[in-house]
């Protein structure tokens, strides 16, 4: 069934040179030039709006629309619900998205708002002060003790050392390109803080920034070996993430090629899917059982996160984790990318991270064990803001992926699962790939944390903290607007005016 | 001194840079008046090999400069390293064009010879290619000198 | 302190000029310039006519050239004889100069063969320097009816200054074609077509027998009636001082890759002389402007106690009229192989033998042209390159990425 094209390329012609920049650099192949007519032609069914053209086109001639034609849509069948139904009448397939859930499900990050502090208890200026936004994550020691000499007689439990309380999350190369990585290591490592390898293992290039590095171990063991567990500054286990709790990964055989199909152990060609569950973990106990296999191995030098995707009853799920012997757990909430996912399990399973958040900060800390672990979290933290909320809510940390990759250039045209990403990200297409230079691409990345570092402090600042440690769980500083009592209840905080 | 030099990993064949090369040299404020409608004649051409790797080829400004030994009109002259042509001397005879071994001196359309002159002769400021190349593949920088 | 000479102030004298002083700044140069005018582009004098230049721009180098370089001209000046056992150079006037090294860059003169009743015309001229040009301005009318002797580069770039000035051109040569020293037949006829089309008449195939006072009687019968005539027949090198000196000359002085003569301390660069062209492995005359510079400055960087050689010299031309350009380049030697592109605009001829490109004629759009040239001045072997790919256009993408390196990546 052939639908009116989703967007309409625009083209100003008295405006276009025919420098043919468009057509050059279109993957899916929208822009052609007529040479009969001189003119630059387009078939826009093939447009996915990644903005590429419109973004390289030097006279502004070029503008992409959504098209307002529509089906006869009503409240209950959107256009786009219908336009699901007809293509899997006709290819009887699950329905692929990519990036996270795009629903207008609330986001609680925009009804909570930050306090600042007036008269009694005075601000600090981040311009004139020293602040402090340094994170240690790892488990902490209930009591330390020193020896006569004044040294530290308690042994600390491996840590990781965060410049700020910000670090990249998993994107596994294969999902994303090899200069999306280098990207990201590199950037990882100028700012001090952690990039993930996602499922994909470890490209042997990237190696060298090993101590910017966390490295994943997935359901589907792709990559993983003993140098990569060495490698890296921590050790992350992969039992969920946020935009497809309840499946494993899956990278398509098409994608599965060259250095990656290398760097995963995997005969090239090959569909990498992950398995839902680790076929040896149905139990904390279970899951103990390989932190400690993963710290065995690497000597105890190395923290062991457990990553989860925000659930249900993910306060208890938790508290399991944090006595596992985990060191961290990140979680990650129901809005968070992905390179591919089924439709359905993207937009309807899972829960929103600042509930999650909440629910575990207040029960590690109910049960007494808040200290075992620290707490990243991930899914949509989209600006410094939602970073202090997070901090305030008791992460120690957060995660960014897609403010990450929009650094980096994508526009968030919710393609990569086709492979053809314009902007050289989510694609292994060597001459896309080569799109994005790293030494642009990092120095972006770098500008980004820079620019957030910046507003963490000043937000801190305006509340009267100087240290990003002081404000962790400190739901004092928040306050809800629009919310209910439940709501205001499980986030753990009072409503504006009170 | 400083040259342009491209990092040929990074040029994606847009062409960009050859329109950007245009606009520069039109002297005219407005890309859409000076270029639609018209054939360009860029001073940097973007060349693509057998294997699909594209590149962006320019004056090197070279330590033998053939060109300016070779114009028969006086017009080429290198100066503080930056080779120049004087359009006022120019005849357009296209010697210089038969002698670069680059092929970096091309033919500005109304018949006499052009060149990169690393925008210093037009207010661009930094070389309108280096600055509008979309993947940093051209870059303006002090690579030192020939032997 | 060096005495440098130089006898002859063309383009030759001055890389002679800039040669010496890349090496020596301090030894006295002295310039012997027969024509009263400081160096000037020899070839623009055809743009003159066209108004595309003027005396003032035709200068090739600035005012200030033989001050800045410390080098003293000697004006109207001639040389009589070189005295090479001595060292010395007698002028004209009987001066003599001495030197440590000698330059011989006294170019070419033109050739008038023999023409029954040459003298019954009353303008008639030459087109090598300033001052033929400024007469034969000086004769020409709106309605003048021009007969050019000769239609190579200089009769034809003499046809195209005065298009517009006169009344009619036209052009006759003994060859059947015009540009013979440089087009072959196909090359050449689209050439004279697009001459044709801007007005210009030929006569080929024949010459003028007689000459009676405004009319020429050709050898084959034809009557060209004409009130200036332009002598471009061709031109000689000017050897007699070197030749008469003891210096080896053939059709011009021979030099080698230092343009040294047989005689010591004694060079000669420029249209005088007659070196090697490494294209067809012959010795030649190749009066062009281009090698004129280069050699000049390789003997005077040689003058000056420094090694420079310039050991690739190639005969080659870009010439245009009326908007039409043409490029040649090398040769085309005995049992060479041609590969020919082409189409009522425009003719590729690339010649090739022994795995090396040794000349070329293009015709039409010049562009690039110059990565051609070099296959030729390098004599890179084409089964280092990919030749299937030059055949459709100059492009350095078909030289290998470890020259593209070299070249794009790094200052050369």
Redesign the interface.
Known sequence: MNFYPEFEVVRNDSRCIRCRVCERQCANEVHWYDEDGKVMLSDEAKCVNCQRCVTLCPTRALKIVKSDCRLRENANYSDQTIKEIYRQAETGGVLLSSMGNPNPLPVYWDKILINASQVTNPPIDPLREPMETRVFLGKKPDHISRNADGSLDTKLSPQLSLSMPVMFSAMSYGSISYNAHASLARAASALGIYYNTGEGGLHEDFYQYGKNTIVQVASGRFGVHKDYLEAGAAIEIKMGQGAKPGIGGHLPGTKAVGDVSKTRMIPEGSDAISPAPHHDIYSIEDLRQLVFSLKEATEYRLPVIVKVAAVHNIAAIASGIARSGADIIAIDGFRGGTGAAPTRIRDNVGIPIELALAAVDKRLRDEGIRNNVSIICGGSVRSAADVVKAIALGADACYVATAACLAMGCHLCRSCHTGKCNWGIATQRPDLVKRLNPDIGSQRLINLMDAWRHEIKELMGGMGINSIEALRGNRLMLRGVGLTEKELEILGISHAGE | MKRIYVKEEWCLGCHLCEYNCAFANSGMTDMVKALRGKTIYPRIQVEQDENGVTYAVSCRHCKDPLCVKSCIAGALSKKDGVIEIDHDKCVGCLTCVLVCPYGAVVEDGSGVAQKCELCMQNACGTPACVKGCPNGAIVYEERGEAE | MKRYVIIGNGVAAA?CIEGIRSFDTEGSITVVSAEQHPVY?R??IS?YLEK??DLQ?????SESFYTDNGAEVLYGRTAAEIKADVKQVILDNGDRLEYDALCNATGSSPFVPPMQGLDTVQYKFSFMTIDDTLALEKAITPESKVLIIGAGLIGLKCAEGLHGRVGSITVCDLAPRVLSSILDDKCAAMMQKHLEANGISFVLGTSAKVFQGSKAIMQNGAEVDFDVLVLAVGVRANTALVKNAGGNVNRGILVDEACRTSLPDLYAAGDCTEYHDISSDTEKVMAL??NA??QG?TAGINMAGGAAAFDNAIP?????FF?L?C?T?GSQPEGCEMFEEADENHIRRLFVKDDKLTGFMLIGH??????Y??LI??QTPLSSV?FA?LKIE?????MG?AY?DK??????
Do not use: E, F, W
Request: with cysteine; glycine share 10%; aromatic share 6%.
């Open positions: 890389g582009c070839p623009l743009y595309k230049t721009r035709m200068n090739y180098r402007m281009p510079y280069m400055r080659m031309n870009s010439i245009g908007g350009h490029h380049a010049m562009h690039r042209t110059g990565i040239t070099a001045r390098n990919d790919r100059p492009q350095l993408a078909a990425s593209r070249v794009l990546k790094g200052a050369v």
